[in-house]
């Protein structure tokens, strides 16, 4: 399977945890994605890598959140000192190099319950 | 503040009618534009991507591109129970940037 990849699946954490979550992108894209979704809503964005770089980091991400992806090929995501407000979806997808116009492909997400 | 809004439906069509899924953006600037099916509980799923004016056409579904009036729809033609789903609409805004809508709730009722 080339697609993208995302581990875990699901994750049960209590509050104050920290967690850590991977993704595996396709392999000749170097552009990559974190999202979160909640329900009813759409994918909101949390950060962007092209290759190693981080290039941008939403505003309304709070600094327990912290990304990297070392070597320009999978990426982890780090949530510190969980609460329950962190509880929903997270999203990993990437897309192949070219302005902007080329699909972006989603893994199957993490799904986070913080309890 | 670049926005990209669909009616939240939920949209209910009979199955075998045709279900139209409509998208607004706001930057006159956006070059590419894209449509995704999410079954509850699962990732988006890339359907169709357009970057010009006018129809594009793959199988049951059709999307379409008005850039002067900054619409952009899908269709789906011989609707199908598992057609049901909620879809979004995401736009590119930049070299990178993707804003997406908050989804469209379809149901085919069989």
């Known amino acids: 399977d080339t697609g993208v990849s995302q581990d875990p699946r699901h994750k049960i954490t209590k509050r104050g945890q920290n967690v850590t979550f991977r993704c595996d992108p396709i392999s000749e894209h170097n552009r990559l994605y974190w999202y979160r979704q909640t329900l009813g809503q759409g994918p909101e964005f949390l950060t962007y890598?092209?290759?190693?770089?981080?290039?941008?980091k939403s505003r309304l991400l709070s600094d327990r959140f912290s990304a990297e992806r070392p070597k320009g090929s999978f990426s982890t995501l780090e949530i510190q000192r969980t609460e329950q407000g962190d509880s929903a979806m997270y999203l990993c997808a990437s897309r192949d190099r070219g302005y902007g116009n080329t699909e972006a492909f989603f893994g199957q997400g993490t799904r986070l319950t913080v309890v | 503040q670049k926005e990209v809004e669909q009616n939240s439906g939920p949209l209910s069509v009979p199955e075998g009618a045709i279900a139209s899924l409509n998208c607004t953006y706001s930057d006159r600037g956006s070059q590419s534009f894209f449509w995704y099916r999410q079954y509850s509980g699962k990732s988006p799923e890339l359907i169709m991507s357009?970057?010009s004016n006018g129809d594009k056409e793959d199988g049951r579904f059709t999307a379409q591109l008005n850039k002067a009036s900054q619409y952009v729809s899908l269709l789906i033609r011989d609707s199908q129970p598992s057609d049901s789903a909620t879809y979004l609409c995401?736009?590119?805004?930049?070299?990178?940037?993707?804003?997406w809508g908050a989804g469209t709730k379809l149901i085919i009722k069989p």
């Open positions: 995401a736009v590119n805004y930049s070299n990178y940037q993707l804003i």
């Open positions: 890598f092209q290759n190693e770089a981080q290039l941008e």
């Open positions: 357009i970057y």
